[in-house]
């Protein structure tokens, strides 16, 4: 594909549905009331030359490029700026029209560097190619006068440059700073010749509020802002159109490249998901993909304590499979099991739990939405019939009250969270419950109505509180309930909810939060049009992670936000593929689209598809793997695309399973903390080498495409094929779209989908099937999928995990803007200029009273485990709880986090953990023998140097 | 598994069902069980009551009997598949 292969049409599109038919240079063009001249023009093929005006942001007027003649009207107005008129008659090419753009044209070069200009048909920028529409042949003006081609180069951000000399201060990039990405971090400083485009208060672009999102590089028409990686290796030659690998947002993407190298990552214009907007970890945190630290040739070693030895691909599988057999017949097959992703393809997880059901014949699966959005799948199966969001990430656009729970969308999906700012710029209001004064709570041109900073661990207290007063006040939807709900469990839920217990006044202890707040908050949820709730990880991650999810799924149910455009219940997955392993069957209870693995009907149609006979008893979840291996009832897993020993809590605990085993196996870029217990390493493939598909948060399957060869060999849907084979359970796929094809055949909810559908639409929103053979963007219109909604009570149970006068804080972890969960991809890119190590924030009461300051090194203990880690100090916390990621293996937050976990799911408590926190000089004792335990791990025979680089 | 983890990870279950009525409670807990522990969990958590069930919720308790008699045990058609 080339790289350019989006139309720009000039301004946004017009929503009117009255039509408006004008003609343009002799033709006729019919378009919506509303829409400018230029964008009816390029509509009607008609290319009028532009510079400040694109269609992703909203017309400005300043450029003077796009003047046009219109009959009856005076002078020459800007076609960006002008609606059409029934009956307008325009002209875009007459010779004072002509004469004028080439004068205004030739002033913009006057002070531009002309020995850049290329040659006409080899123009790479919006400018150069506007300088030959015109048909500017010469400048006549020199260079003697006042000019800007001295102007000091930015070159402070790692991945873009900003150059005022060729900046025609068109302010493209800072109306996309405000009214795309919503940061408002760039203004025009100064006025007339002095304008510029100033970060912050002047400040180089890295030290400003820039996020890097890369908007403003986009909107660029000359080369001022530009991809360092785009003058470093020239301009790309072709574009892949493919799907990031980082958050559950699932952004399209142009992977442009120069021959087989990849040039730049740019957001395509056209993605459902994202509609031409990214962040700085798609946008720019792509190098790890050519990291030295990849490991490109299988590994193997008999003992955990000896070097890895580089051997072919057939000596791996060989080595693995004898491996994995021998444990199957010494131990039965419950002694084995595997592991899928969220950052690997769907077709990749089918075959991992297909290899793991029908190859290793148990159910011993899991994934890491273990660690994640299980209480997702449990608690909206439960009470809607699927474990799935119920809206698309447009239907913000429509909601009137935006509740966000447990979730810090500016940081963990920055996509997304600029489209809800855009929203709420637009008039909705806000409510914020989170522990933290997390950035939407207020940021430029957005303050939430209401923050809720309720103690950690204790959502559903406040969930019943404003289900309470949602009853009590009588601001239940009647007429919902009544016509879309099971009235019996509506019934036995209202008596539960009206207990005194659960009123706002009753749980003001607990919270942390006054019962009046609780009641106004509720009022506006229930009485604000349409509401919608957004929510996170920190619903999720809680002993009570499933009661809270029903909660949510209760409280929309009784105001009637269900259903339709704006409302809704929206788990924010926060990994690119969570939904999409989980609708997979990567569940050790569950077949792929969430049907009970004891339903004979289901067994029978896939022992039928896969010839076996499969076991009806669930299998282990990953804790459990972990603690049979530990009692010496497990012995054997293959993980894939995972990396257990720093992404699970109690990581001491993990590592004494995995030390216990008799044969890991490691499927992964890197060498990760978990290979250092691995006996096979089987290098995989990026997202850029290999084809298959995500599922976003929205439910929407987009198409990953191969933009170059695995540098390993193989994609990572071969190795499990291959490793299958070796085993003695055939598969035979030639393509990722054959598996896609399986899934169709044997998923309802997925019935209607294949590649050839997925390209000739861009994505689909499951369920696709004959009811809906386009995808389903909203979900439960008419009735729900279990038919009627089903209240569930949701009893507030505290966490035994408490604070006391020896662990007197309350640690939560989270994820950072720059960084992404384990930190595996974007540690090894430059986005550890803004995070290179995990910090914890504490509030100035709590930093005083130890006698911490800023970036002092403080040691950080729980009941279980201590790390150590630099401080800063933060009003953004509240008393009495700290806050840190997990994104660096040497600081390891999971040392110190517990096992306790969701009472339905498992899935842990993260976002409670009892500590003390403490000034200190060195690194913990688990620290220095992590260090040593790393560099024993990793060695490779024949290697001086370890293979970690970064 | 440690019987200490076994036992917390029942009783969490047990607190959650207990909002119920009692005979309703005691089938999701058993149904819940059946659903999403694995055979030797549930193994673990049978011989578990009949070695007396120290520390186990009477809810769990009741599962744990249940799960130790299939014939007995509520139906595997349970509300959490």
């Not at chain 1, 159109?241 to 142009?254: D, H, L, N, P, R």
């Not at chain 1, 419950?334 to 990749?348: F, K, L, V, Y």
């Not at chain 1, 979840?621 to 897993?637: H, L, S, Y």
């Not at chain 2, 983890?5 to 058993?30: L, S």
Request: glycine share 8%; charged share 25%; net charge negative.
């Amino acid at each position: 594909m080339p790289v350019k292969c989006e139309i720009d049409l000039g301004t946004p599109p017009s929503r009117s549905e009255e039509t408006v038919t004008l003609t343009i240079d002799d033709a006729p063009v019919t378009v919506p009331a509303g829409t400018s001249v230029l964008r009816a023009a390029a509509e009607g093929g008609i290319d009028i030359p532009k510079l400040c005006a694109t269609d992703s942001l909203d017309a400005f007027g300043s450029c003077r490029v796009c003047v046009v003649e219109i009959e009856g009207k005076r002078g020459f107005p800007a076609a960006c700026h002008t609606p059409v008129e029934e009956g307008m008659v325009v002209h875009t090419e007459t010779p004072q029209v002509n004469k004028l753009r080439r004068g205004v044209v030739e002033l913009y070069m006057s002070d531009y560097p002309v020995d850049d200009l290329p040659a006409r048909g080899h123009e790479t920028n919006e400018l150069e190619r506007v300088v030959h529409r015109v048909g500017l042949e010469s400048v006549r003006y020199g260079f003697t006068g006042a000019n800007h081609q001295h102007a000091e180069l930015d070159e402070s951000n790692p991945y873009f440059t900003f150059d005022p000399s060729k900046c025609i201060v068109c302010s493209r990039c800072v109306r996309a700073c405000e009214e795309i990405q919503g940061t408002f971090a760039l203004t025009i400083e100064g006025r007339g010749f002095d304008s510029k485009v100033s970060a912050s208060q002047d400040e180089p672009f890295l030290d400003s509020e820039c996020v890097s999102c890369g908007a403003c590089v986009d909107a660029c028409p000359t080369p001022a802002l530009m991809e360092k990686s785009v003058l470093e290796k020239g301009e790309p030659d072709r574009s892949v159109i493919t799907t990031c690998a980082y958050c559950g947002v699932g952004c399209s993407f142009k992977a442009e490249l120069r021959g087989d190298e990849v040039v730049r990552m740019t957001p395509y214009k056209d993605g459902h998901a994202n509609h031409g907007h990214s962040c700085v970890k798609g946008r720019f945190a792509w190098g790890y993909t050519t990291h030295p630290d990849r490991i490109t040739k299988p590994m193997i070693r008999d003992d955990i304590h000896e070097p890895w030895r580089e051997v072919s691909w057939d000596e791996a599988f060989a080595f693995a499979a004898e491996r994995i057999s021998s444990i199957r017949d010494t131990h039965g097959r419950g002694a084995i099991g595997a592991i899928t992703s969220s950052r690997c393809t769907n077709e990749e997880t089918y075959l991992m739990q297909k290899l793991a059901r029908a190859g290793f014949g148990t159910n011993n699966v899991d994934t890491c939405a273990r660690v994640c959005h299980s209480p997702t799948g449990y608690g909206l199966k439960s009470t809607f019939g699927t474990s799935a969001g119920t809206q698309d990430f447009d239907s913000v656009e429509s909601a009137d009250v935006i509740f966000v729970i447990g979730a810090n969308p500016t940081d963990a999906h920055p996509v997304f969270a600029s489209q809800m700012k855009r929203r709420l710029r637009a008039g909705a209001r806000l409510i914020v419950a989170d522990p933290r004064r997390i950035d939407l709570v207020r940021s430029p041109h957005v303050e939430a109505d209401y923050h809720l900073q309720l103690q950690p661990g204790t959502n559903v207290a406040l969930i019943n509180a404003l289900a309470h007063t949602v009853v009590s006040e009588g601001l239940v939807d009647e007429d919902f309930v009544r016509g879309r709900c099971e009235q019996e469990e509506f019934a036995e839920w209202r008596e539960f909810i009206l207990r005194e217990e659960n009123s706002p006044e009753a749980l003001a202890d607990a919270t942390g939060v006054a019962a009046e707040t609780v009641r106004a908050a509720a009022r506006l949820y229930a009485t604000g049009g349409n509401a919608a709730i957004y929510y996170g990880l920190g619903v999720t991650e809680h002993s009570q992670g499933s009661t809270m999810v029903m909660g949510m799924a209760n409280l929309a149910m009784a105001t009637g936000n269900l259903g339709r455009d704006g409302v809704g219940v929206n788990p924010l997955r926060g990994q690119n593929n969570v939904q999409g392993s989980c609708d997979m069957g990567s569940f050790p209870h569950e077949f792929p689209g969430y049907r009970h693995i004891a339903n004979d009907e289901v067994r029978g149609l896939f022992e039928r598809e896969w010839n076996v006979t499969l076991d009806a008893e669930p299998g282990l979840r990953i804790p459990n793997m972990i603690d049979a291996a530990i009692e010496g009832t497990f012995k054997g897993i293959y993980i894939q695309g995972e990396d257990i020993l720093q992404s699970d809590p109690n990581i001491q605990h993990i590592a004494a399973g995995l030390g216990a085993m008799d044969c890991v196996i490691v499927q992964d870029l890197f060498l990760n903390e978990t290979a250092g217990y691995a006996h096979v390493f089987l290098p995989g493939s990026t997202f850029l080498e290999k084809d298959g598909t995500f599922t976003n948060a929205e439910r929407r399957i987009n198409r990953v495409r191969k933009a170059m060869e695995p540098v390993g060999g193989l994609a990572d849907w071969e190795i499990t094929q291959r490793l299958s084979n070796e085993l003695g359970y055939r598969m035979d796929y030639s393509h990722p779209a054959e598996i896609m094809d399986e899934i169709a055949r044997t998923t309802p909810t997925f019935a209607g989908v294949n590649y050839d559908k997925l390209d000739r639409l861009g994505s689909i929103q499951w369920p696709c099937n004959d009811k809906a053979p386009e995808g389903t963007p909203v979900m439960h219109v008419d009735e729900f999928v279990r038919g009627r909604g089903r209240f569930m009570l949701t009893p507030y149970v505290r966490t035994e995990e408490r604070a006391n006068r020896k662990f007197p804080l309350l640690l939560t972890t989270g994820r950072i803007l720059s960084q992404y969960n384990v930190g595996a991809q974007t540690r090894r890119t430059e986005n550890r200029r803004w995070h290179a190590e995990d910090i914890l924030e504490i509030h100035p009461h709590d930093a005083e009273e130890r006698g911490i300051s800023d970036g002092d090194t403080v040691a950080v203990a729980s009941r279980i485990g201590q790390t150590s880690l630099r401080a800063t100090v933060s009003e953004r916390m509240p008393q009495g709880v700290v806050y840190t990621t997990f994104h660096f293996p040497e600081t390891a937050a999971n040392v110190v986090t517990t096992e306790e976990s969701d009472w339905a799911t498992n899935c842990p408590e993260y976002k409670v953990t009892a500590v003390q926190v403490s000034l200190c000089t060195t690194a913990t004792d688990w620290q220095q023998r992590y260090m040593q335990w790393r560099l024993e791990t990793t060695r490779v025979a024949g290697e001086t140097e370890q293979p970690e680089k970064a | 598994m440690q019987d200490a983890k076994m036992v917390r990870m029942a009783n969490q279950i047990a607190d959650y069902f207990a909002a119920y009525p009692a005979e309703r409670a005691e089938r999701e807990v058993t149904n819940h069980l059946r659903a999403f522990w694995e055979p030797r969990m549930r193994r673990q958590l049978v011989e578990y009551v009949q070695a007396g069930g120290d520390g186990l919720h009477p809810l769990a308790v009741k599962a744990g009997r249940d799960l130790a008699d299939p014939e007995e045990a509520p139906s595997a058609s349970g509300t959490t598949r």
